[in-house]
């Protein structure tokens, strides 16, 4: 069970909560360097697929506000059942993992320097799952996330039963890069669901109102984005957004280029 500590971050990086929305932050430095970090309240994601599955099964008439309203709240107590009412935890992924995996290429130092957590509290309505990686230039950023890919092929294949259509197959590949005050991105979906398949019904399902969020936090001021998707800026944040669902099918384009001012 311990090995599985590894693979969390991969969990969370292929977007394995099915209803939940996704963020992902990057804090860039002048030279290259920076955090990759990913998050997501689980509270909210609990939720939103126990509500969804209560609408599939028909258990709640979906046209009273009032009853809908009855059941989140409901739904809302019975999820903070199984959890602390407050929480601020570190998670060791190098603990107890083998040196013949550790050992391998850059492994170790990718699981090492990964700070995974748990933190939030019932007081604050929120518990976020997430890690946190800290590099050294976009080189090093791109190997990290290749070996999250990776790690995520190899639970993947190794995992038995059935699993909803969608979570496990469709991979994103994303590449990153910062030259003469141009941050980019390119990113490459692979194996897209088709949303004619029966099967993708269940997951449009649970899956309709979640999001994908990419937050770019930038050393200096922004002079222009360049992008298809949905994007603001907040000072030197620039924020895009994306439907999970979009991404999943592979209709989300999710390259863009920031040019930041001299």
Same mark, same amino acid.
């Given at each position: 069970?311990?090995?599985?500590?590894?693979?969390?971050?991969?969990?969370?990086?292929?977007?394995?909560?099915?209803? !939940?929305?996704?963020?992902?932050?990057?804090?860039?430095?002048?030279?290259?360097?920076?955090?990759? !970090?990913?998050?997501?309240?689980?509270?909210?994601?609990?939720?939103?697929?126990?509500?969804?599955?209560?609408?599939?099964?028909?258990?709640? *008439?979906?046209?009273?506000?009032?009853?809908?309203?009855?059941?989140?709240?409901?739904?809302?107590?019975?999820?903070?059942?199984?959890?602390? =009412?407050?929480?601020?935890?570190?998670?060791?992924?190098?603990?107890?993992?083998?040196?013949?995996?550790?050992?391998?290429?850059?492994?170790?130092?990718?699981?090492?320097?990964?700070?995974?957590?748990?933190?939030?509290?019932?007081?604050? !309505?929120?518990?976020?799952?997430?890690?946190? $990686?800290?590099?050294?230039?976009?080189?090093?950023?791109? !190997?990290?996330?290749?070996?999250?890919?990776?790690?995520?092929?190899?639970?993947?294949?190794?995992?038995?039963?059935?699993?909803?259509?969608?979570?496990?197959? &469709?991979? &994103?590949?994303?590449?990153?890069?910062?030259?003469?005050?141009?941050?980019?991105?390119?990113? %490459?979906?692979?194996?897209?669901? =088709?949303?004619?398949?029966?099967?993708?019904?269940?997951?449009?399902?649970?899956?309709? *109102?979640?999001?994908?969020?990419?937050?770019?936090?930038?050393?200096?001021?922004?002079?222009?984005?360049? &992008?298809?998707?949905? $994007?603001?800026?907040?000072? %030197?944040?620039?924020?895009?957004?994306?439907?999970?669902? *979009?991404?999943?099918?592979?209709?989300?384009?999710?390259?863009?280029?920031?040019?930041?001012? *001299?």
């Amino acid at each position: 069970m311990k090995i599985l500590k590894v693979l969390l971050i991969s969990v969370i990086a292929t977007m394995s909560v099915s209803c !939940g929305n996704v963020t992902e932050e990057i804090y860039l430095n002048e030279d290259g360097s920076g955090e990759y !970090g990913l998050y997501y309240d689980m509270i909210p994601a609990a939720v939103d697929m126990s509500m969804q599955m209560a609408v599939m099964f028909g258990k709640v *008439d979906t046209t009273n506000s009032m009853a809908m309203d009855s059941l989140r709240n409901a739904v809302l107590n019975k999820v903070w059942e199984d959890f602390p =009412d407050k929480v601020d935890s570190v998670i060791d992924l190098a603990e107890g993992v083998p040196d013949s995996l550790l050992n391998y290429g850059n492994n170790r130092q990718y699981v090492e320097k990964t700070h995974g957590y748990m933190r939030g509290s019932r007081e604050e !309505g929120s518990i976020y799952m997430g890690m946190k $990686y800290p590099f050294k230039g976009t080189t090093e950023l791109n !190997g990290y996330l290749d070996f999250v890919n990776r790690s995520q092929q190899a639970k993947s294949a190794g995992r038995r039963g059935v699993s909803v259509s969608g979570i496990n197959s &469709t991979k &994103t590949d994303a590449t990153y890069t910062f030259s003469k005050n141009k941050f980019t991105r390119k990113v %490459k979906i692979s194996n897209p669901q =088709d949303p004619e398949e029966k099967s993708f019904a269940l997951l449009k399902n649970m899956m309709s *109102d979640a999001t994908y969020t990419t937050i770019i936090n930038t050393p200096k001021n922004v002079e222009k984005v360049k &992008t298809k998707g949905q $994007y603001s800026i907040e000072g %030197k944040k620039v924020i895009f957004t994306y439907k999970l669902l *979009d991404i999943l099918t592979g209709e989300a384009d999710m390259d863009l280029q920031i040019t930041l001012e *001299d």
